[in-house]
C-alpha cells in the first residue's frame, strides 16, 4: 500500500504516515538500510486508544510513498515488554538492524527496562521480521538516582564510541537525560548525567514546568554545534524544546552536555515526541501529532494520530534552530500551481503546498465558517512576528485555541496542509503545528489581504509520477 489509504473522515491525512487504521503516537527508529527509509512508531492495532503498544513499521525510497509492513515489535507474554513496546531507537549493529527500546513487564511502577530486537534478515531491505532479545541490556535505572521516570533509549556516536541517552526524571521533580557507554550493544555502562534541569540554559529554555525529559534525541550539525531535543514532560506530554551546546568527555568515562542557547522546538499545540535521523549531510525530523478532538469523534472515524512531513533540522550561527519541509516534499506537487497570485478568492484542495511572502503586514485566510469565523494566518515583518488565529475552530484538548504568535524576522511563510494536519514553516526559523478540523458548512479558501507586495504560490498535492 502507497501513501495513507483514502477516508470518509474529511480529517484524514492521505500523504502523512499513519497507520490505516486505530492508534498511533511517537515516531521510533528513523533508519536508512539498502536505499529505504524506515520509520517505526508507536501503535495499538486494536483500537483507537493509547493502549497495548506495538511498534508499527512503514518504509519508502522516497520519503513521499511509503509502504505499510507487518508490526515488527510485539509484546511478550512473560517478558520484559509484556506491557507494551515502548519508545527507542533502531542501529546498525554490525550489519544487524537492532532495535533499541523502552520494555516495560506486568510488575512496572513507570520505570522501563531497555531492551533490543535484531532483524531476522538483516539483508531484507523490508526489515519485516523482528526478534527480540530475551534479557534487557539495562533492567532499570541507577540505583542511588532516585530515579521515577526511566525510558527513550537514543543511540549515538560520538569519539569513535556508540553511547545512549535516556529520558528521566527524579523524585524530586527535576527532569533529566541520563548517559550510558554502549559502544558493545549487549553491554552497558552508566557514565553520568548528561544534562538535567537545573543547568541555567535549560530552564531558561524550558522554564521549570516539566518534571521529566522524554525521548531525548541528539544531531551534529555541519557548523559542528550538537543539538539535544527533548519533549517536556508535566506529568502528561507538554511540549518540545530543543538546546545547542558541545559534549563534554570526562576523565573518569563520563560524557556531558554544554549548552548555549536554546529554545521552543514547535509552538504549535499537537506536536511532540520528535524523532531524529542523523544522515551524512543533514538531519531529518518527524514529530507525533496528536488528536485534538473528542474521543466519541475518534472512534467514529476508527483512528488517531499521523507523523509530521519529514522536515530537516540544522542550527542557525547564533545557535537558533533551522528547520525546513525535506526538499523531497516537492514530488507531491501537482504539475502546475493552483494559485499564482493573491487578491482572488480561491477554493483550497484537501491537501495542498502554499508559500506566501510580503514585505509587510499580510492576512493570509484559509478556512471560514458560515459565522463569518476564519482561520488565518498573519504575517508582519515590521513587528517580527507571524501570528496563527483559529478563531472559531475550537480544540478538545484542554489546552485552549488561542492565536499562537512567533516572534521571528519572517518575510515567508510555507504551509502544509494534509486533512486536519496544518504545518506553518517560518521562514526557517520556526515551526507550528495544529490539528485543525473542518466541519461540513466550513469553507476552505485562499484569500490574501493587507499587504501592498505579497507573491503566492500553492500547489495541490497529490501521488506523485515519474518520468
Given amino acids: 500500500m502507497s501513501l495513507t489509504a483514502p477516508s470518509s473522515d474529511p480529517g484524514a491525512p492521505r500523504f502523512r504516515v499513519r497507520p490505516p487504521a486505530n492508534w498511533m503516537n511517537d515516531p521510533n527508529g528513523p533508519f536508512h538500510w539498502r536505499g529505504r527509509h524506515h520509520l517505526f512508531y508507536q501503535h495499538n492495532p486494536d483500537a483507537p486508544v493509547h493502549t497495548n503498544v506495538h511498534w508499527g513499521h512503514v518504509s519508502s525510497a522516497d520519503l513521499v510513498e511509503w509502504e505499510h509492513h507487518p508490526v515488527a515489535l ?24 537492532t532495535a533499541v527500546y523502552t520494555g516495560v513487564d506486568r510488575h512496572h511502577t513507570g520505570l522501563g527496562a531497555i531492551c533490543l530486537a535484531r532483524a531476522v534478515v538483516p539483508e531484507d531491505e ?196 533551522r528547520v525546513v519541509p525535506a526538499p523531497e516534499l516537492e514530488l507531491l506537487r501537482a504539475a502546475a500551481p493552483f494559485v499564482t497570485a493573491p487578491g482572488l478568492r480561491t477554493p483550497l484542495p484537501p491537501a495542498y503546498d502554499l508559500t506566501v511572502t510580503a514585505s509587510d503586514r499580510t492576512t493570509v485566510s484559509l478556512l471560514r465558517s458560515a459565522s463569518g469565523a476564519r482561520l488565518t494566518v498573519v504575517l508582519d515583518p515590521d513587528e517580527g512576528t507571524v501570528t496563527l488565529d483559529r478563531d472559531g475552530w475550537p480544540r478538545a484538548r484542554p489546552d485552549g485555541s488561542a492565536p499562537i504568535v512567533v516572534r521571528a524576522p519572517a518575510h515567508q511563510v510555507r504551509i502544509l496542509t494534509d486533512g486536519s494536519l496544518l504545518e506553518l514553516f517560518v521562514d526557517d526559523r520556526a515551526t507550528i503545528t495544529e490539528r485543525v478540523y473542518r466541519r461540513p458548512d466550513d469553507t476552505p479558501e485562499l484569500t490574501v489581504s493587507d499587504g501592498s507586495e505579497v507573491t503566492v504560490t500553492g500547489w495541490e498535492l497529490v501521488p506523485p509520477t515519474y518520468g
Fill in 126 to 321: 523490508t526489515l519485516t521480521d523482528w526478534k527480540p532479545l530475551p534479557t534487557p541490556v539495562v533492567s532499570g535505572p541507577p540505583a542511588d538516582l532516585d530515579v521515577v521516570m526511566f525510558r527513550d533509549p537514543f543511540v549515538f556516536r560520538s569519539g569513535g564510541r556508540r553511547w545512549a541517552l535516556v529520558g528521566a526524571g527524579h523524585a524530586d521533580g527535576t527532569a533529566s537525560v541520563l548517559v550510558y557507554d554502549c559502544d558493545d550493544l549487549s553491554d552497558w555502562r552508566f557514565a553520568g548525567v548528561f544534562l538535567d534541569g537545573n543547568d541555567p540554559v535549560a530552564a531558561d529554555a524550558f522554564g521549570d514546568k516539566a518534571v521529566g525529559w522524554e525521548c531525548p534525541q541528539l544531531y551534529s550539525t555541519q557548523g559542528g554545534d550538537w543539538v539535544l531535543v527533548l519533549s517536556l514532560w508535566d506529568g502528561d506530554p507538554c511540549s518540545t524544546g530543543y538546546l545547542t551546546g558541545h559534549l563534554e568527555p570526562g576523565t573518569e568515562g563520563e560524557l556531558r552536555f554544554s549548552p548555549r542557547t536554546g529554545g521552543r522546538l514547535d509552538h504549535g499545540r499537537d506536536f511532540y515526541a520528535p524523532a531524529v535521523l542523523q544522515e551524512p549531510d543533514r538531519a531529518l525530523m518527524w514529530g507525533w501529532s496528536w488528536e485534538s478532538r473528542d474521543q466519541d469523534e475518534i472512534d467514529r472515524a476508527g483512528w488517531a494520530g499521523v507523523l509530521t512531513a519529514p522536515r530537516v533540522v540544522d542550527v542557525h550561527p547564533d545557535g537558533s534552530l
Fill in 74 to 97: 510485539t509484546p511478550t507474554p512473560g517478558g520484559p515488554d509484556e506491557a507494551g513496546c515502548w519508545s527507542g531507537c533502531v542501529v546498525d549493529d554490525d550489519g544487524v538492524p
